[in-house]
């Protein structure tokens, strides 16, 4: 049985009311399960399928809005950690010369780190002189109105994919040893330039422990330089199950709508190279939204059967999305015996809801397990995703999003 026939007897026989059907979404995964990189020809096919199974739950209107992105994230963050590690071997060096010269170098390696993760992290677009790194892709979305619109929830995910050499497990460790190494190591030439000062202190061990511990550092951090961005993963549970969920979400509330909760169902695309959907998306209709009764959900790698994973904060210093959202999510999976955790991401891992949490709204991160291994890769197929996975954020979703709007008829 294909979707329309699922969407055609679920109309028919008149249990809608009941449940969303993970049938659906289900089928909408395996329709998107292969390899769709932006600016490739799975990114048209992609965008036609969302367009159709948004038509055939009968929403007339389907908002497109396109917006430019670019590869400069990704071939800027294979080079970043270069100069860094190149930074790390000239402190060792310095520090076999001249303890003045050492702190000159730490202030150095400071303010350069500092230029570089600015530069990663920027919310600005940056175009490449190469113009097939730079793309025109688009977010697509469905609205529906209710009857007193107290609220806004937008249900998120984004639909496109990408692989990678190494799998995100592997890319977040890297991430992690060679910032914090860096900042170790930074803390430790400094201990000791100044020990060397006052006490005129010179250890030839400790000055090659420093280099030699540098220089390893420096070598995982340019692994880095071999993670190339591809299109080679099927990206079945990163991120096609989010879209499944969210069209088949859009489907059941317009079955089943809501009293007080106005409802954007949006399908974010370029989250892979820089979060680019959620950035435009957010940048255009920021002065949309009242920050106080607004509430991004966002999907992003599940489907997973084990464990659903709610990403509380994120980053270093740490950043904290919605606690209203977690304890929401949190209540509802205890109150329907799913299996649910909090989770803190420390980096090396992106998602779309990030800038929006920055804006100052309120959003979460709903995900699942099996997690970060198989991102990324050519394993990211059907194998990841389970009806059961599906089911149970359907569920929790429906639920959370009844009891906002019961919340507001009090």
């Not at 790194?133 to 609220?151: G, H």
């Not at 929401?328 to 299996?339: P, R």
């Not at 649910?340 to 809801?353: H, M, P, Q, R, V």
């Amino acid at each position: 049985m294909n979707v329309q026939e699922l969407n055609t007897k679920i109309r028919d026989e008149g249990f809608s009311d009941k449940k969303p059907n993970e049938d659906i979404a289900y089928q909408i995964t395996e329709k998107l399960a292969f390899p769709r990189l932006v600016g490739s020809k799975g990114e048209k096919k992609a965008i036609q399928i969302i367009l159709d199974e948004f038509k055939k739950v009968e929403y007339n209107t389907i908002h497109r809005e396109s917006f430019k992105t670019s590869f400069y994230n990704w071939i800027f963050l294979r080079y970043a950690f270069i100069p860094i590690g190149i930074g790390l071997i000239l402190l060792a060096v310095s520090f076999f010369i001249n303890s003045w010269l050492t702190l000159g170098f730490i202030a150095l390696n400071i303010f350069m780190a500092s230029k570089i993760l600015g530069l990663a992290t920027t919310d600005k677009i940056h175009l490449l002189k190469d113009r097939e790194k730079n793309y025109d892709t688009e977010n697509i979305y469905v609205d529906l109105k209710s009857k007193n619109a107290k609220a806004t929830i937008i249900f998120m995910g984004h639909w496109d994919s990408k692989s990678q050499t190494f799998p995100s497990s592997i890319r977040i460790i890297i991430s992690l040893i060679t910032l914090l190494s860096f900042f170790i190591m930074l803390l430790i030439y400094l201990i000791f330039a100044i020990i060397e000062l006052i006490f005129s202190f010179n250890n030839s061990i400790a000055d090659f422990v420093l280099l030699y511990s540098s220089i390893t550092f420096a070598i995982i951090a340019n692994l880095n330089y071999f993670n190339k961005t591809g299109n080679n993963s099927p990206g079945a549970y990163d991120n096609a199950a989010a879209v499944g969920v969210i069209i088949e979400l859009a489907r059941y509330f317009k079955e089943n709508p809501l009293e007080n909760i106005d409802l954007i169902c949006l399908c974010t695309s370029s989250e892979e190279l820089n979060l680019g959907g959620a950035k435009d998306f957010i940048k255009n209709h920021k002065h949309d939204f009242d920050k106080k009764s607004t509430y991004f959900i966002n999907f992003d790698l599940i489907g997973g059967k084990e464990l659903i994973k709610v990403v509380t904060s994120y980053g270093i210093p740490r950043k904290e999305s919605s606690k209203k959202l977690n304890d929401l999510f949190l209540t509802s999976a205890k109150e329907l015996n799913i299996k649910a955790n909090k989770t803190y991401l420390i980096t090396g891992a992106w998602s779309d809801y990030m800038p929006i949490v920055q804006e100052g709204f309120e959003a979460c991160w709903i995900g699942s397990q099996p997690g970060l291994k198989y991102v990324h890769t050519k394993k990211d197929d059907m194998n990841l995703v389970s009806k059961q996975g599906i089911r149970n954020i359907l569920l929790l979703c429906v639920d959370v999003v009844n009891k906002i709007n019961d919340e507001l008829n009090l």
